[in-house]
């Protein structure tokens, strides 16, 4: 008899592959139709404004009729309503640039990220049909059994958030955008200061010289040796044990991406590729069956890493307090003439016993730490470790990297990268220069981990390519010091921001375009939305990021279309209704998207008079589809941010949808529907991608709204979801609270548009899987129209080529993007990792959190592809084939129990967190949009939040004290120690806090102290605490002062709203509490004990 929550069988041989939003690095680059306005000539730069017309935008073809205000609204396309019908005119209204897909298109059963320039027949859903990718499975070093399925990859997504705390003693610094814009920060970091000092922005006092030289190269063939064997793909069941278990790895073959850099002066390019290049690329001829392509290339004369082996012994395990991060310019101590003394070895160091510390799960179960978890410290040199990385920004699954990928397949752990980007930071170094130093071959960055032959030469860190040294960079602005290029910031910082020369843009940057749109449906007049939504906009009008170029526009939409004409002289708004919503068109383009400053007050005016305009409306239909079809065509020539708010299933027109779930099938894993039921939203999200517009889903609904197909929608154009189920300003107002606060973040945190995002790795290494949200434009190029800092991105790797000769590699990701002021800058961050070649080095140096994180990712995407029940199989079976190789290949005694690795100590923890966590969870108290939205979340957080999602942390706060608080801007903040997650830690006497990420439960025991009930809730019994308390009195008193100081803090880390529920005995919020509690048993899922015997049983077979 299975024991729920375990597969009875090991698990179906099905490899997890990537789906739905993953994408492989695969297939032939692609270009999103014409670009809009090409690159200017090379005197374009980042910093000036454009407000010309550009080519492509709307000719008028409307005739000039005068538009009657609210009350009588002209109406085009349609006879209905009063006031004027205008005809629809016979000039094409909407030149709108070939779309991604010139005919219909053949999508595999979960959207692709990466769908090739070929057409492809419609609404055929069929794994594999024409371009294979690369298999995308779990599978470590199992040879394939029986047909390969080719599935098209897919994207998942986490990430990781903190902030790089740079020193200030240096001002070269700039904090570029506003240095403190809503800033979250991590636990124990010190808030930013309220008036920093003025950053002057860097620049460089030697004469600029011409731009570098960009070499080159030859064309890279693949490599010699032939591709690694493709793992089994199939998902055939098979006995027990002689199943091939999902598993977590995949090697994936290459070809070799053409990379030609263009020499010196200025060219003109016409994709983002070149732009941003691997070297400017040239173009490929079309390849048959496209296959993931390494992020540098083969054809590098294989130099030795300059790298002497003079390290001093430094710790791994328990990082020693000197190894922190400061993001500071920091002293290189890097001689002139000599070579870095970079070198990783851990043979002979002097490792924190902890580290090596053997443990025996089943003695002993409390192993979660009482304070937050850190990440573990790289095995590096201090001198290399003080400059590396900050791992809220750049985290890697393993801190040591192994040196084949026959170890890292026997390890059975999975390689991969987890990043916050674009995250907020309370300091960022910002350099302006003319001439931004890159590899000739591999275009990486030059950062703190390159190599100094000489004064004049610098050797590549993932290429080792030897390069001249710019004359310009030759002087360091810092000390006034003329042949000091390796103090210069650039390579004192594994963090730092360019001003971005006018060779880093397609066409001058755009203003910063806002475009809403609302469901005015009688639904969604019922829930009261549109007056918390407008009276934000209202609040935050002022502070939306931009310059005098902002513009912003509205739509509305119900069965038909609302246009607002805002044009500047106008008395009020003018709405204009377009009812044939079977060809869309935009009735006065010039008019709709209106310059923010110039036609102030008519949005203000339209932004009052919205909420009342629709209150006696009986339409009950929505065209979310066509509506979205209007706004792309309204923000095309531009491209910007696309703000949807929706509150029922898309009923009318192109997109509409049919109701698919059914509550009494929500726990058959097999029945649920994970996969959309059209593709429209997927081809439109890519359409906007092309143009440069990402769209942002605000879903406010108490019914199934089918979140699996809108989703898709911000899935693929680089945007996010928000999901406020039964969301109602009356019946529900916590929800009104949660999103003004949400919406207030939203509008006001900093964006960047027109963003591309490539991700390079030292040669040897290669990135083959995409998790987030966005388009895989070519390879390994990320397209996103905006990027925000709130999102986070993973990336899964394999080892291709031996890596013995080196004992350091580095990974580099370069963020090019458009400020909301107009300047081209661009965002790099470089982490370097020791190369080990036991698996005990490696096991030691295994990160669990970005584990999780990865495996999460990776198991949504299995999710949908496969089952639900094969994703969770998998899950299970990592931490069996994980703890089975450490078993087997590492401990020299085999002893009795669940030995595991101090490092991967709370590994079974989370992943069974992860298993009771909304996505992955089985049972029938789960509606489907909430399950796909929790995908959603894993896919598209930075790695701390999803890490507190999954596994909330629970504090005894009844009796918090100022011993070992933090002083924070006069604050005193209680640090109260965490709890396991089990009914065990609680009593009845006491109150318990449990921070889930997106909400906060206060638990109070029914014999809770008088002092607490009086001095913190402010009531005089337990009987007194009303059912639905949903907020803290603030009460004159130390006790109250220490609770709200302490729930504020928590809250001011994120960048969403957690509500907080207070919980007694009988409170409907009880069982998500105890659900929540993930080391006890529910009717569905064992216990913590319980999962440790089942490994047990599992890794000493």
């Given at each position: 008899m299975a024991q729920p929550g375990i597969p009875a069988a090991r698990g179906a041989a099905a490899g997890l592959q990537a789906q739905n939003g993953a994408a492989s690095a695969s297939g032939s680059p692609y270009t999103n139709g014409p670009v809009q306005n090409t690159l200017m000539s090379s005197q374009v730069s980042s910093g000036q404004g454009y407000d010309s017309q550009l080519p492509g935008s709307y000719p008028r073809p409307m005739p000039a009729k005068t538009l009657n205000p609210f009350s009588a609204q002209s109406n085009f396309g349609g006879s209905q309503g009063s006031g004027q019908t205008?005809?629809?005119?016979?000039?094409?209204?909407?030149?709108?640039?070939?779309s991604l897909h010139s005919g219909p298109s053949r999508m595999p059963p979960p959207p692709s990220q990466n769908p090739t320039a070929t057409s492809m027949p419609s609404g055929s859903f069929l794994p594999g049909t024409n371009v294979p990718p690369p298999p995308l499975n779990w599978q470590y070093n199992y040879p394939s059994t029986g047909p390969q399925t080719n599935h098209f990859p897919h994207i998942a997504q986490p990430s990781i958030s903190g902030n790089t705390n740079l020193t200030a003693d240096h001002q070269y610094v700039s904090s570029g955008d506003p240095a403190l814009q809503t800033s979250f920060i991590k636990p124990g970091s010190a808030l930013p200061l309220q008036n920093p000092p003025l950053p002057t922005t860097f620049q460089p006092g030697a004469p600029?010289?011409?731009?570098?030289?960009?070499?080159?190269?030859p064309n890279r063939p693949p490599p010699a040796a032939g591709p690694p064997p493709n793992r089994g793909l199939t998902s055939?069941?098979?006995?027990?044990?002689?199943?091939?278990?999902?598993?977590?790895?995949?090697?994936?073959?290459?070809?070799?991406?053409?990379?030609?850099?263009?020499?010196g002066s200025m060219v003109t390019h016409s994709t983002y590729d070149e732009i941003e290049g691997g070297g400017f690329l040239a173009p490929q001829p079309a390849n048959q069956n496209p296959?993931?392509?390494?992020?540098?290339?083969?054809?590098?004369?294989?130099?030795?890493?300059?790298?002497?082996?003079?390290?001093?012994?430094?710790?791994?395990?328990?990082?020693?307090?000197?190894?922190?991060?400061?993001?500071?310019?920091?002293?290189?101590?890097?001689?002139?003439?000599?070579?870095?003394?970079?070198?990783?070895?851990?043979?002979?160091?002097?490792?924190?016993?902890?580290?090596?510390?053997?443990?025996?799960?089943?003695?002993?179960?409390?192993?979660?730490?009482?304070?937050?978890?850190?990440?573990?410290?790289?095995?590096?040199?201090?001198?290399?470790?003080?400059?590396?990385?900050?791992?809220?920004?750049?985290?890697?699954?393993l801190t040591s990297i192994p040196q084949t990928q026959a170890l890292l397949n026997k390890a059975k752990l999975p390689l991969g990268l987890l990043l916050h980007p674009f995250k907020d930071?309370?300091?960022?170094?910002?350099?302006?220069?003319?001439?931004?130093?890159?590899?000739?071959?591999c275009r990486t960055y030059i950062n703190p981990f390159v190599n100094f032959l000489d004064q004049r030469r610098w050797k590549c860190n993932l290429c080792y390519r030897v390069n001249d040294v710019p004359e310009e960079f030759m002087y360091n602005p810092l000390t006034r010091v003329y042949g000091e290029p390796h103090k210069r910031p650039e390579v004192q910082n594994a963090t730092i921001e360019f001003m971005a020369p006018s060779e880093y843009m397609l066409r001058p940057p755009q203003p910063p375009v806002y475009l809403f749109v609302f469901d005015v449906s009688h639904n969604a007049i019922e829930t009261g939305y549109l007056n918390s939504v407008c009276q934000s906009l209202l609040d935050n009008l002022d502070l939306l990021p931009g310059n005098t170029r902002t513009k912003i526009g509205f739509i509305t939409f119900d069965s038909t279309i609302h246009f607002y004409s805002l044009q500047e002289g106008l008395s009020q708004p003018q709405m204009l209704i377009v009812s044939d919503i079977?060809?869309?068109?935009?009735?006065?383009?010039?008019?709709?998207l209106v310059n923010l400053n110039e036609s102030k007050e008519l949005v203000q005016d339209l932004l009052k008079t919205l909420p009342q305009m629709f209150t006696k409306t009986l339409e009950t239909q929505s065209a979310l589809g066509p509506a979205l079809q209007a706004a792309f065509k309204l923000i095309s020539p531009t491209g910007g941010r696309i703000s949807v708010f929706q509150t029922q299933l898309p009923t009318l027109g192109v997109g509409a949808l049919k109701p698919r779930e059914e509550p009494n099938q929500r726990s058959s894993a097999k029945e649920i529907h994970l996969t959309p039921s059209t593709d429209f939203y997927k081809k439109l999200a890519l359409d906007c991608s092309g143009q440069q517009a990402a769209v942002d889903l605000f879903l406010l609904s108490g019914q199934y709204s089918d979140l699996a197909s809108l989703g898709c929608i911000s899935r693929y154009s680089a945007g996010s979801v928000y999901y406020y189920p039964s969301y109602h300003h009356q019946h529900n107002p916590v929800q009104?609270?949660?999103?003004?606060?949400?919406?207030?973040?939203?509008?006001?945190?900093?964006?960047?548009?027109?963003?591309?995002?490539?991700?390079?790795?030292?040669?040897?290494?290669?990135?083959?899987?995409?998790?987030?949200?966005?388009?895989?434009?070519?390879?390994d190029l990320l397209s996103l129209p905006n990027v925000n800092p709130d999102a986070g991105y993973a990336v899964q790797m394999s080892v291709e080529e031996s890596l013995t000769d080196t004992q350091l590699v580095s990974f580099q990701s370069a963020l090019l993007y458009t400020s909301s002021k107009g300047e081209r800058r661009i965002r790099v961050h470089t982490l370097c990792l020791p190369v080990v070649s036991t698996l005990n080095e490696v096991f030691l140096g295994a990160d669990v959190q970005a584990i999780s994180g990865l495996l999460a990712n990776m198991a949504v995407d299995r999710s949908v592809t496969a089952s639900l029940s094969d994703a969770r199989d998998a899950l299970v079976n990592a931490v069996i084939d994980s703890l089975s190789a450490y078993r087997s290949s590492v401990l020299s005694s085999q002893q009795p129990g669940l030995m595991v690795p101090f490092s991967l100590r709370l590994f079974p923890l989370f992943v069974l967190a992860l298993l009771k966590q909304k996505s992955f969870q089985t049972g029938t108290n789960v509606r489907?949009?909430?399950?796909?939205?929790?995908?959603?979340?894993?896919?598209?957080?930075?790695?701390?939040?999803?890490?507190?999602?999954?596994?909330?942390?629970?504090?005894?706060?009844?009796?918090?004290?100022?011993?070992?608080?933090?002083?924070?801007?006069?604050?005193?903040?209680?640090?109260?120690?965490?709890?396991?997650?089990?009914?065990?830690?609680?009593?009845?006497?006491?109150?318990?806090?449990?921070?889930?990420?997106?909400?906060?439960?206060?638990?109070?025991?029914?014999?809770?102290?008088?002092?607490?009930?009086?001095?913190?809730l402010g009531v005089q019994n337990y009987a007194s605490i009303p059912q639905t308390m949903t907020e803290l009195p603030e009460l004159d008193t130390p006790e109250s002062a220490r609770t709200v100081a302490f729930i504020s803090w928590l809250r001011e880390q994120r960048p969403f709203f957690p509500i907080l529920y207070v919980i007694r005995e009988e409170s409907l919020m009880k069982a998500v509490f105890l659900q929540n509690l993930v080391e006890d048993r529910t009717e569905s899922a064992l216990s913590y004990y319980e999962f440790l015997l089942h490994i047990q049983q599992q890794v000493n077979k």
């Amino acid at each position: 008899m299975a024991q729920p929550g375990i597969p009875a069988a090991r698990g179906a041989a099905a490899g997890l592959q990537a789906q739905n939003g993953a994408a492989s690095a695969s297939g032939s680059p692609y270009t999103n139709g014409p670009v809009q306005n090409t690159l200017m000539s090379s005197q374009v730069s980042s910093g000036q404004g454009y407000d010309s017309q550009l080519p492509g935008s709307y000719p008028r073809p409307m005739p000039a009729k005068t538009l009657n205000p609210f009350s009588a609204q002209s109406n085009f396309g349609g006879s209905q309503g009063s006031g004027q019908t205008l005809n629809r005119p016979l000039v094409a209204s909407n030149p709108v640039p070939p779309s991604l897909h010139s005919g219909p298109s053949r999508m595999p059963p979960p959207p692709s990220q990466n769908p090739t320039a070929t057409s492809m027949p419609s609404g055929s859903f069929l794994p594999g049909t024409n371009v294979p990718p690369p298999p995308l499975n779990w599978q470590y070093n199992y040879p394939s059994t029986g047909p390969q399925t080719n599935h098209f990859p897919h994207i998942a997504q986490p990430s990781i958030s903190g902030n790089t705390n740079l020193t200030a003693d240096h001002q070269y610094v700039s904090s570029g955008d506003p240095a403190l814009q809503t800033s979250f920060i991590k636990p124990g970091s010190a808030l930013p200061l309220q008036n920093p000092p003025l950053p002057t922005t860097f620049q460089p006092g030697a004469p600029p010289g011409p731009p570098p030289a960009a070499g080159l190269p030859p064309n890279r063939p693949p490599p010699a040796a032939g591709p690694p064997p493709n793992r089994g793909l199939t998902s055939q069941k098979t006995p027990p044990r002689a199943a091939l278990p999902p598993s977590f790895n995949s090697a994936v073959s290459h070809d070799g991406i053409t990379a030609n850099a263009s020499n010196g002066s200025m060219v003109t390019h016409s994709t983002y590729d070149e732009i941003e290049g691997g070297g400017f690329l040239a173009p490929q001829p079309a390849n048959q069956n496209p296959q993931t392509s390494r992020s540098v290339g083969y054809a590098y004369p294989s130099l030795p890493p300059g790298y002497q082996n003079t390290a001093l012994p430094g710790a791994a395990g328990m990082p020693p307090p000197s190894l922190n991060y400061p993001s500071g310019p920091q002293a290189f101590t890097q001689t002139p003439l000599g070579a870095n003394h970079l070198t990783a070895s851990m043979s002979g160091l002097s490792l924190h016993p902890e580290g090596l510390r053997v443990v025996n799960l089943l003695q002993e179960r409390n192993m979660l730490p009482s304070t937050p978890l850190k990440p573990p410290v790289p095995n590096l040199h201090e001198d290399i470790q003080k400059l590396n990385c900050n791992p809220e920004l750049f985290r890697c699954t393993l801190t040591s990297i192994p040196q084949t990928q026959a170890l890292l397949n026997k390890a059975k752990l999975p390689l991969g990268l987890l990043l916050h980007p674009f995250k907020d930071l309370v300091q960022l170094p910002v350099v302006t220069s003319s001439t931004i130093v890159r590899c000739r071959s591999c275009r990486t960055y030059i950062n703190p981990f390159v190599n100094f032959l000489d004064q004049r030469r610098w050797k590549c860190n993932l290429c080792y390519r030897v390069n001249d040294v710019p004359e310009e960079f030759m002087y360091n602005p810092l000390t006034r010091v003329y042949g000091e290029p390796h103090k210069r910031p650039e390579v004192q910082n594994a963090t730092i921001e360019f001003m971005a020369p006018s060779e880093y843009m397609l066409r001058p940057p755009q203003p910063p375009v806002y475009l809403f749109v609302f469901d005015v449906s009688h639904n969604a007049i019922e829930t009261g939305y549109l007056n918390s939504v407008c009276q934000s906009l209202l609040d935050n009008l002022d502070l939306l990021p931009g310059n005098t170029r902002t513009k912003i526009g509205f739509i509305t939409f119900d069965s038909t279309i609302h246009f607002y004409s805002l044009q500047e002289g106008l008395s009020q708004p003018q709405m204009l209704i377009v009812s044939d919503i079977d060809d869309v068109f935009i009735p006065m383009p010039e008019n709709l998207l209106v310059n923010l400053n110039e036609s102030k007050e008519l949005v203000q005016d339209l932004l009052k008079t919205l909420p009342q305009m629709f209150t006696k409306t009986l339409e009950t239909q929505s065209a979310l589809g066509p509506a979205l079809q209007a706004a792309f065509k309204l923000i095309s020539p531009t491209g910007g941010r696309i703000s949807v708010f929706q509150t029922q299933l898309p009923t009318l027109g192109v997109g509409a949808l049919k109701p698919r779930e059914e509550p009494n099938q929500r726990s058959s894993a097999k029945e649920i529907h994970l996969t959309p039921s059209t593709d429209f939203y997927k081809k439109l999200a890519l359409d906007c991608s092309g143009q440069q517009a990402a769209v942002d889903l605000f879903l406010l609904s108490g019914q199934y709204s089918d979140l699996a197909s809108l989703g898709c929608i911000s899935r693929y154009s680089a945007g996010s979801v928000y999901y406020y189920p039964s969301y109602h300003h009356q019946h529900n107002p916590v929800q009104v609270q949660k999103l003004q606060k949400e919406l207030q973040r939203y509008l006001t945190r900093k964006i960047g548009f027109e963003a591309v995002m490539r991700i390079r790795c030292t040669k040897g290494l290669s990135i083959h899987t995409f998790h987030g949200n966005f388009f895989v434009r070519s390879t390994d190029l990320l397209s996103l129209p905006n990027v925000n800092p709130d999102a986070g991105y993973a990336v899964q790797m394999s080892v291709e080529e031996s890596l013995t000769d080196t004992q350091l590699v580095s990974f580099q990701s370069a963020l090019l993007y458009t400020s909301s002021k107009g300047e081209r800058r661009i965002r790099v961050h470089t982490l370097c990792l020791p190369v080990v070649s036991t698996l005990n080095e490696v096991f030691l140096g295994a990160d669990v959190q970005a584990i999780s994180g990865l495996l999460a990712n990776m198991a949504v995407d299995r999710s949908v592809t496969a089952s639900l029940s094969d994703a969770r199989d998998a899950l299970v079976n990592a931490v069996i084939d994980s703890l089975s190789a450490y078993r087997s290949s590492v401990l020299s005694s085999q002893q009795p129990g669940l030995m595991v690795p101090f490092s991967l100590r709370l590994f079974p923890l989370f992943v069974l967190a992860l298993l009771k966590q909304k996505s992955f969870q089985t049972g029938t108290n789960v509606r489907l949009d909430e399950r796909i939205f929790a995908m959603c979340q894993v896919k598209n957080q930075p790695l701390v939040h999803l890490m507190l999602t999954t596994h909330p942390s629970l504090y005894r706060v009844d009796n918090l004290s100022d011993e070992g608080a933090l002083n924070i801007n006069d604050r005193t903040i209680p640090q109260p120690p965490i709890l396991q997650l089990s009914v065990e830690k609680l009593s009845r006497d006491g109150a318990f806090l449990m921070d889930a990420g997106s909400v906060l439960m206060l638990w109070v025991g029914k014999n809770c102290a008088q002092n607490f009930l009086s001095q913190v809730l402010g009531v005089q019994n337990y009987a007194s605490i009303p059912q639905t308390m949903t907020e803290l009195p603030e009460l004159d008193t130390p006790e109250s002062a220490r609770t709200v100081a302490f729930i504020s803090w928590l809250r001011e880390q994120r960048p969403f709203f957690p509500i907080l529920y207070v919980i007694r005995e009988e409170s409907l919020m009880k069982a998500v509490f105890l659900q929540n509690l993930v080391e006890d048993r529910t009717e569905s899922a064992l216990s913590y004990y319980e999962f440790l015997l089942h490994i047990q049983q599992q890794v000493n077979k």
